[in-house]
């Protein structure tokens, strides 16, 4: 069956805004700060989408749009403004950033209380002890379509991808939930062999279309988490109609975990906005 992201979303939708109305009682505006350096074309779009969608939710999202020859000193400079403003409860850096800046320094200058991307060292640290507040949004995303599918617990779930940013947060999680957790990269020996055991198989690579039938259990749950553009069309990294056949569910690309990740970083700025309203 196709694991649908439009439904997921739709609740989430409503979740969110009731959350931002509570808020909004408050007199507290929930607002995320978006930081594009340059013009990158997958940049803009992202930065527009979560106009959107904070449009949609209620949430005020401010765009930065730096210039791509800024120097790192100033861009940190705009960060540590962002950390000072009381009315700013989140911030979002679009990656990739251009050569001449540091992307850790970058990550870890946002305050840990507005790191609402889950990234920062002391964010990413309490993730895999089970206690950060920011759960990395794709990652989450990809929970949140499993549960509403099956229950976690006991499942053996495969990983591919080790990234900071979807493979290793997705596995902290899933050991979080009490599966029992198989990382592969691009260094796994027979990784045929180690999907065909996946109760849940979590697929985050950039390949399109490496993983066909022949690399699924039958009746797993195939989450697919992969973008890859095929002509101007999206395709995951699942070949998709060929693995319908015999998974459970699976996540179609688009309407699939694309769809639920932006939601995740507003639900991420709704608790920044929370958390430092009872800091306050
Ligand atoms: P990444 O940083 O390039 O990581 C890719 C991972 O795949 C690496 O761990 C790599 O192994 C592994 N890999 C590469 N070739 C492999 C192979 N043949 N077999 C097994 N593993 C292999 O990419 P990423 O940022 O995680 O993104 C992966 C995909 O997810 C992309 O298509 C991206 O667009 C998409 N994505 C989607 C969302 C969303 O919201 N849906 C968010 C972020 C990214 P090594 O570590 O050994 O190199």
């Known amino acids: 069956m196709i694991l649908d992201g439009k439904e997921i979303a739709l609740r989430l939708q409503n979740e969110?805004?009731?959350n931002v109305e509570e808020l909004k009682k408050r007199l507290i505006n929930p607002a995320l700060a978006v930081i594009q350096v340059g013009e990158e074309k997958a940049s803009e779009s992202y930065a527009k989408n979560i106009r959107r969608e904070g449009e949609n939710l209620g949430i005020y999202v401010e765009h930065h749009k730096l210039a791509s020859d800024i120097s790192e000193e100033e861009l940190l400079y705009n960060i540590k403004n962002l950390n000072l403003r009381k009315d700013i409860h989140g911030i979002l850096i679009?990656?990739?950033?251009?050569?001449?800046?540091?992307?850790?320094?970058?990550?870890?200058?946002?305050?840990?209380?507005?790191?609402?991307?889950?990234?920062?060292?002391?964010?990413?640290?309490?993730?895999f002890e089970g206690t950060t507040?920011?759960?990395?949004a794709t990652a989450q995303a990809i929970l949140t379509a499993i549960k509403s599918v099956v229950s976690i617990e006991g499942k053996h779930a495969v990983v591919i991808g080790r990234?900071?940013?979807?493979?290793?947060?997705?596995?902290?999680l899933l050991l979080q939930e009490n599966a029992t957790v198989t990382i592969c990269h691009s260094k796994t020996r027979n990784l045929k062999d180690i999907?065909?055991?996946?109760?849940?198989?979590?697929?985050?690579?950039?390949?399109?279309?490496?993983?066909d039938?022949?690399?699924?259990?039958?009746?797993?749950v195939v989450i697919d988490a992969g973008i890859n553009k095929i002509d101007g069309k999206l395709v995951g990294d699942v070949d998709f109609d060929s693995v319908k056949a015999i998974a459970s569910y699976i996540t179609p690309v688009p309407g699939g975990i694309g769809v639920l990740t932006t939601l995740m970083?507003?639900?991420?700025?709704?608790?920044?906005?929370?958390?430092q309203s009872k800091i306050i």
């Open 265 to 275: 970083l507003f639900r991420n700025t709704v608790k920044a906005a929370n958390l």
């Open 195 to 211: 999907t065909n055991l996946a109760d849940i198989l979590v697929v985050s690579v950039g390949k399109p279309k490496l993983i």
């Open 213 to 220: 039938r022949n690399y699924v259990k039958p009746g797993a």
């Open 94 to 127: 679009e990656l990739p950033l251009p050569q001449q800046i540091n992307k850790t320094k970058v990550i870890e200058t946002i305050s840990p209380e507005k790191d609402v991307d889950g990234f920062h060292p002391i964010n990413f640290g309490k993730l």
């Open 163 to 172: 990234s900071n940013i979807v493979g290793k947060p997705t596995a902290a």
């Open 133 to 136: 507040p920011f759960q990395p």
């Open 16 to 18: 969110i805004k009731t």
